[in-house]
């Protein structure tokens, strides 16, 4: 049986605790890039998308051939975007990918 599954990846910039942390470099990699090959790991491409309001992070998703959608500068939480993403895609199921 075919499952139909999409995996968001919310991503942030303006964190209280640490802005820009999706774009923070790991040995050279944005952790960003870090979570979606991740994510590539276990689906295709098709199957897994970032969602964010920040024009840095859809800029780097542009040059990396990544699948995002722009989200509202209202979603406060992850969840938010998760949600956003949901309510747009028409998806049945969501799931989370997201490192803390």
């Known amino acids: 049986m075919k499952k139909n599954f999409l995996i968001v990846i ?4 303006k964190s209280s605790r640490l802005p820009g942390k999706p774009l923070i470099k790991i040995l050279g990699v944005p952790m960003l890039i870090r979570t979606y090959t991740q994510c590539r790991k276990v689906t295709s ?5 970032i969602a964010t309001d920040d024009k840095r992070i859809s800029n780097l998703c542009l040059k990396n051939k ?4 722009k989200t509202s500068k209202k ?3 992850g969840t938010d975007r998760v949600a956003e993403v949901a309510k ?3 998806s049945k199921n ?3 990918c997201s490192r803390r």
């Open 94 to 96: 969501v799931y989370k």
């Open 75 to 77: 979603c406060l939480t």
């Open 88 to 90: 747009k895609k028409k």
């Open 45 to 49: 491409k098709k199957n897994i998308i």
């Open 10 to 13: 919310p991503a942030r910039y």
């Open 66 to 69: 990544i699948p995002f959608i």
